[in-house]
């Protein structure tokens, strides 16, 4: 099968859908525009390349949903033309490949090449991290949000810096354990809430961050 094919608008919508939570087919119908039937013939196709997967409602009532879909395998799908090659590739992506797509999906080509040379320069100390991101740029203080249970190990970013074209950034990474921030988080904390709002989730190994992001 053509790589392409996956990426028709209505698989898209499939997957993009799902990206925000776990559906049922007839929710998925809604919220695509289409029928049970048409979302059923794509799931199967998605779910036989290990794109999605199908979870048995457990404890439904009468009426409810018997099944939902969610999200399964990690991917980046990239066409490029460089002054030396041309080509496309499909990436399985895991826990050392996903943060570099992440980052280059910065909406900024300069802060994707600081953030990629930050993840270079302190892979062994962010490897440990349950979750970190990018929160933003202020007075050439690059602020990272950092969920680390070892804060000691952890504080080392905060004495790192990176340069770009000459010019030197400093790292401020915001640093909490997990059960610290979920609690500011639960405690409805300004800082907690304008920290997760911002930021760009880069590593998240367990789905902490993104799940306090959806909600």
């Not at 066409?79 to 990436?91: E, L, V, W």
Request: net charge neutral; with cysteine; glycine share 4%.
């Amino acid at each position: 099968m053509e790589i392409e094919t996956l990426f028709t608008d209505s698989k898209w919508r499939i997957l993009s859908e799902l990206f925000q939570k776990s559906l049922s087919p007839t929710e998925l119908a809604e919220k695509t525009g289409t029928s049970t039937a048409n979302v059923s013939t794509q799931m199967r196709l998605l779910e036989a390349l290990g794109y999605v997967r199908e979870e048995k409602v457990a404890d439904y009532k009468k009426g409810d949903a018997r099944k939902r879909f969610m999200l399964d395998r990690q991917f980046a799908y990239v066409t490029f033309r460089s002054r030396c090659a041309i080509g496309k590739r499909m990436f399985t992506l895991d826990d050392e490949l996903s943060p570099i797509f992440n980052v280059i999906m910065i909406n900024n080509p300069d802060m994707s090449f600081i953030m990629l040379k930050i993840l270079c320069q302190n892979e062994e100390l962010l490897q440990d991290a349950v979750a970190y991101g990018y929160i933003g740029l202020k007075n050439d203080v690059i602020e990272l949000l950092v969920i680390h249970e070892d804060h000691e190990h952890a504080r080392q970013l905060n004495q790192a810096s990176v340069s770009r074209r000459g010019k030197t950034y400093k790292i401020d990474a915001h640093l909490h354990t997990k059960e610290a921030f979920d609690r500011g988080i639960k405690n409805k904390d300004e800082y907690f809430l304008n920290a997760l709002k911002k930021v760009v989730v880069i590593s998240d190994r367990t789905g902490f961050l993104m799940d306090l992001k959806m909600g």
